[in-house]
């Protein structure tokens, strides 16, 4: 496993994209459940979610 200080781009993403899912939370709960921009959102949500995960494996690995 590479040590933390070598992975430093990768773990601002990983932050940048956590802040980006909180963002983005915050906007669709202020939306109504079935307004478009809601779904689209939502979907948005759906990656950078996968996004972070996929990010989060590479870095820690699976234990």
Do not use: F
Not at 39 to 63: C, D, F, Q
């Amino acid at each position: 496993m590479p040590l933390p200080l070598l992975n430093w781009q990768d773990l601002t993403e990983a932050e940048r994209l956590q802040q980006d899912r909180e963002r983005l939370l915050k906007r669709i709960q202020s939306l109504r459940p079935h307004a478009h921009k809601r779904i689209v959102l939502e979907g948005r949500y759906v990656r950078i979610t996968a996004r972070l995960i996929a990010l989060e494996i590479s870095l820690y690995g699976r234990k």
